[in-house]
């Protein structure tokens, strides 16, 4: 046996020993289905799926990984909507799998393009809620989209494919995110933590709660969240810490021979999307939000020194972009804002603010902050994690 089996083998019975679990076949009870580790959460969505009354599932504390190469580790189109995914305890969602590729391979040790896909259909009757999300490492299969995404009048381009590491929602869909962390992910090009493409179809928009955005990294824009053309998001008392967008080469504007993006935000709001963020805290990013749509609404958030060196070099930091517009009240500027029709108001935001005095969970301590940036929830679905 040489090295390389023999590494693989040992990897496997080290990852075979962890999932072990009693449990003979995901049960339904009272309360839903139940999920263990050694379980395929697929399994559960889709006998969810076909229950008319019971569509809650429970997935239990543990690690989850993909068992092949796909396109995503679990995903919900349209016969999934309606259904609750709701962590019960520490629950980590990876797209990482070691046993199934080398080291030399692109993507590596990532086996799936996003760890979760919402397709066209799903409705804000779609609830995910207190996963960790991690492990994106730009992974990229075509594979199996039919089985993926039933629909076929919506256009898929190449970013249907690359972005969204930890969460892609496609077309038709708005479904609510909640108490979620999303850390540790990185994609080429765009959109390493949530990427929302709704092609034009944003009559309903995603929402984004209490979620967490740590350490995601993308080659072009929107390291924490990127909205497509024609999308829609509502962000509200989110926290997004030490993402980087732009760490390498415009691949996109390259094969195009488009301008390319050099310096963007960790959330980048396309031309013709729509976003309202509320209370949410950007710090310690490399740049905050940069807005192309201008039709956005910022109220009450902080953005605070958002001025990480990662990236690509010579580009000075800002913390909000809103050239084609927003309406900005109630936020808290520690560092430039580039705004060239004069819609973030000295009047209704504070340009020059005091240090906020974040504590270790980043509640701001500076008494002039009540009511302003994220706040952790009382019951954020994995307590003791931050």
């Known amino acids: ?68 190469k796909r396109q995503a580790l679990i995903w919900l189109n349209r016969r999934h909507d309606g259904i609750h995914l709701l962590a019960a305890g520490e629950v980590t969602l990876s797209a990482r799998n070691p046993l199934l590729g080398l080291p030399s391979e692109d993507g590596f040790p990532a086996a799936v393009n996003h760890v979760i896909y919402l397709g066209d259909g799903i409705s804000s009757n779609t609830i995910l809620q207190g996963f960790k999300v991690t492990g994106a490492n730009g992974f990229l299969t075509r594979e ?58 944003k009559e309903s928009a995603t929402v984004i709660e209490n979620c967490i955005f740590r350490n995601n990294r993308a080659q072009g824009t929107g390291a924490a969240v990127d909205l497509l053309a024609g999308s829609a998001a509502r962000i509200t008392n989110c926290l997004f810490i030490e993402n980087v967008s732009n760490t390498g080469e415009d691949m996109v504007a390259k094969n195009s021979g488009e301008r390319p993006f050099v310096n963007n935000g960790v959330v980048t709001i396309f031309w013709k999307s729509t976003a309202v963020i509320k209370n949410c805290t950007f710090t310690g990013n490399r740049n905050g939000v940069d807005d192309m749509g201008g039709e956005s609404t910022y109220l009450d958030c902080i953005f605070y020194r958002n001025n990480s060196d990662a990236g690509l070099k010579g580009y000075p930091r800002y913390e909000l972009a809103v050239n084609a517009g927003a ?44 009511g302003v940036g994220y706040l952790p929830p009382a019951s954020h679905g994995h307590e003791g994690r931050f």
């Open 144 to 201: 199996r989209t039919r089985e993926l995404e039933p629909a076929t009048t919506i256009p898929k381009n190449f970013f249907f494919y690359s972005d969204g590491g930890a969460i892609k929602v496609f077309g038709r869909s708005s479904p609510i995110l909640r108490n979620l962390e999303i850390v540790d992910n990185f994609t080429k090009p765009c959109g390493a933590g949530i990427s929302i493409q709704n092609q034009g179809f």
């Open 327 to 370: 309406k900005v009240t109630g936020c808290r500027f520690f560092g430039n804002v580039i705004d060239r029709r004069n819609d973030v108001s000295p009047s209704v935001n504070q340009l020059e603010a005091t240090p906020p005095q974040f504590d270790s969970r980043y509640r701001p301590g500076n008494p002039g902050y009540e």
């Open 1 to 68: 046996m040489n090295s390389t089996s023999l590494r693989r083998l040992i990897l496997w019975l080290a990852f075979f020993c962890v999932g072990i679990r009693p449990h003979a076949a995901i049960g339904l009870s009272e309360d839903g289905y139940h999920v263990y580790p050694g379980d395929e959460i697929q399994d559960a969505l889709n006998l969810a799926a076909a229950n008319p009354t019971n569509k809650t599932v429970h997935v239990h504390q543990g690690e989850y990984r993909p068992a092949t």
